[in-house]
């Protein structure tokens, strides 16, 4: 069965940072373009970042450019995003989300993770 849970969002003053992970099963992890995509209250979603098989090429929307990092760690079937100098619009619960055969494809999602930026 696949699984992807998420883990690590919190409450996270502006200019924080955190670090949130993804543990894949049920999947040939390693070989799959994963992605992160989030949801603020009230809006839609948003592609967030992606990464290539095997830790290649990596992808990010322009709202978080420079200041997010998305990385795996194949051995441990984990998908991480570390989010630096957070800011309100932030906000959002973060999904990581595989891709069928495209990055906007995904066939499967996690359950979320809640992630709050505020003072």
């Known amino acids: 069965e696949v699984q992807l849970v998420e883990s690590g969002g919190g409450l996270v003053q502006p200019g924080g940072s955190l670090r949130l992970s993804c543990a894949a099963s049920?999947?040939?992890?390693?070989?799959?373009?994963m992605n992160w995509v989030r949801q603020a209250p009230g809006k839609g979603l948003e592609w967030v970042s992606s990464?290539?098989?095997?830790?290649?090429?990596?992808f990010y929307a322009d709202s978080v450019k420079g200041r997010f990092t998305v990385s795996r760690d194949n051995a441990k079937n984990t998908l991480y995003l570390q989010m630096n100098s957070l800011k309100p619009d932030d906000t959002a619960v973060y999904y990581c989300?595989?891709?069928?055969?495209?990055?906007?494809?995904?066939?499967?999602w996690g359950q979320g993770t809640q992630v709050t930026v505020s003072s």
């Open positions: 989300a595989k891709s069928r055969n495209v990055i906007y494809d995904y066939d499967y």
């Open positions: 049920g999947f040939t992890f390693s070989v799959s373009v």
């Open positions: 990464i290539n098989p095997y830790g290649g090429n990596t």
